[in-house]
Every structure is written in C-alpha cells, then in structure tokens.
T-cell receptor, first 115, second 109 residues
Framework: GAVVSQHPSWVICKSGTSVKIECRSLDFQATTMFWYRQFPKQSLMLMATSNEGSKATYEQGVEKDKFLINHASLTLSTLTVTSAHPEDSSFYIC???????????FGSGTQLSVL | SQQGEEDPQALSIQEGENATMNCSYKTSINNLQWYRQNSGRGLVHLIL?????REKHSGRLRVTLDTSKKSSSLLITASRAADTASYFCATDNTGKLIFGQGTTLQVKP
C-alpha cells in the first residue's frame, strides 16, 4: 500500500521561530498533497492543498504568509510555520491521494508545541 | 467549514458488542469515506462508499449511505479492544475530503 512519511513526529520551539514539517510519498508520486490541522479531540481542518510545481491553494481563513507550503517534487511537500506563536500549537497532518484512488493516505502527524 | 456531523461523540462498549456510528453531511457528494485514528497518529482509511451505493461491507465493517437523508452509518461488529480509536467520516465532492467531528470509541476488554 501507499506510504506517506511525515517528519518530525513532534517539535517544541520557542515563540517567534519557524518550523518546517516534511511530508514524503515513499512509494508513489503525489502531484497533490493535503495539509490538515487538528486540535485536541477535534476534527481535521483542511488548511491547504499543495500542488507540485505550482502555488498551494489555501482554505478560507488560513494565512498564506504564516503557513508556507512548498511542493518542489512529486514526492515531497513541506509546510513551514513561520514566526510560530503558542496559538499555532496543534497537530499537523499531511496526506496524499493514491494514484487513481479517491482515498487518502496519511502521514503520522506532527505535534507542534510553541512555548 | 466542516461538512459532517457525527454522533455519538463518544461511545463506550464491551468487547464483543457492536458499535454504530452515524454521520450526516450537508452537500452533494461523490463518495463518503470512513477513517480511523489512533490517539496522536495519522488516519487510516477504512472503507469508501460511492454516492450510487447504499451498503458496503469490509470484514467486520458495514457502511450504509442514504443520500436522500444525507447520512451514513458505520457498524463495527464483534468489537475488540483494539478497535478503540476515533472514527471519522469524510465527504468528497470537489476532490477535497472534508471530515466530520468524529466519534471516539472505547471498547472495554
């Protein structure tokens, strides 16, 4: 089955610093990847759609300059949380659709804690 | 905005019992999917039902879809302690999956 690898699993950083999260499709190519955010005991909120070779598409209310997405290759998308603040603390999860399949394969998530 | 609402929010049962979770959505869909999430982990796809299907089975899972009521249910039969997790429905109508609020299932041994 398709595997999506996400790193790091958790990160603690100081307020004002930037954090980069990587999402890789290991055994398939992903022209599109999705980034979600999840607060404790809540659902996943779609943040943006990452498109290989072009700009990401952000959902309403998501700050583009705050959450920088880069999809430089068919197997790698990155999310950079810039100038992180405590309110950015959350669980971030990436996913990619399998080739020809409407279902998503998810990374294991990144727990971000901003002090 | 979130598409789906699920109930119950939390469900606690004994091992061996059946667990039923319900999901309602608001707009038309191409398909509806159910995912499972263990605490602090990513999601795992369980089953997909297309808009022209009414029922689907996969092992101990049974999913129904009623497009007239815009609702779906997930039944887990003969539950096991290992089924303890959160379960989310997700609807697809634009190529993006929108997730419901989820049901937290606890199966007691």
């Amino acid at each position: 089955g398709a595997v999506v690898s996400q790193h790091p699993s958790w990160v603690i950083c100081k307020s004002g610093t930037s954090v980069k999260i990587e999402c890789r499709s290991l055994d398939f190519q992903a022209t599109t990847m999705f980034w979600y955010r999840q607060f404790p005991k809540q659902s996943l909120m779609l943040m943006a759609t990452s498109n290989e070779g072009s700009k990401a598409t952000y959902e309403q209310g998501v700050e583009k300059d705050k959450f920088l997405i880069n999809h430089a290759s068919l197997t790698l998308s990155t999310l950079t949380v810039t100038s992180a603040h405590p309110e950015d603390s959350s669980f971030y999860i990436c996913s990619a659709p399998g080739q020809g399949l409407p279902k998503l394969f998810f990374g294991s998530g990144t727990q971000l804690s901003v002090l | 905005s979130q598409q789906g609402e699920e109930d119950p929010q939390a469900l606690s049962i004994q091992e061996g019992e059946n667990a039923t979770m319900n999901c309602s959505y608001k707009t038309s869909i191409n398909n509806l999917q159910w995912y499972r999430q263990n605490s602090g982990r990513g999601l795992v796809h369980l089953i997909l039902i297309r808009s022209n299907e009414r029922e689907k089975h996969s092992g101990r899972l049974r999913v129904t879809l009623d497009t007239s009521k815009k609702s779906s249910s997930l039944l887990i039969t003969a539950s096991r302690a290992a089924d303890t997790a959160s379960y989310f429905c997700a609807t697809d109508n634009t190529g993006k999956l929108i997730f419901g609020q989820g049901t937290t299932l606890q199966v007691k041994p």
